[in-house]
């Protein structure tokens, strides 16, 4: 069965930090990259971090020094810490898999993150 189910965002001030959960199911997430998107409101989705089975790590330069990625194999867990947050990174945040993105049933319901004054 896949399933994501991503929890955690909220409406915070700038500068202000969230975390970012990712329940994933083992069909997509063991021994798989796992990876965090963000759609921002009327644009596409990107891809802004991911992080491999051996724990290799890569963010996009936009939010390098303010997010960080971590997985919990044990759990099937995928994180998000979030740390001096922009008006810019107010968007939905989806985990996934890139081997599955292409699949639109891999999808979950995403969680909004707003940051605001």
């Known amino acids: 069965q896949v399933q994501l189910v991503e929890s955690g965002g909220g409406l915070v001030q700038p500068g202000g930090s969230l975390r970012l959960s990712c329940a994933a199911s083992g069909a997509i997430f063991s021994g798989n990259t796992m990876a965090w998107y963000r759609q921002p409101p009327g644009k596409v989705r990107e891809l802004v971090a991911k992080?491999?089975?051996?724990?290799?790590?890569e963010l996009v330069n936009s939010i390098k020094g303010r997010f960080t990625i971590s997985r919990d194999n044990a759990a099937n867990m995928v994180y998000l810490q979030m740390n001096n947050l922009k008006p810019e990174d107010t968007a939905v945040y989806y985990c996934?898999?890139?081997?599955?993105?292409?699949?639109?049933?891999?999808w979950g319901q995403g969680t909004q993150v707003t940051v605001s004054s």
């Open positions: 996934n898999s890139p081997q599955f993105a292409g699949r639109r049933d891999s």
């Open positions: 992080v491999t089975a051996d724990d290799t790590k």
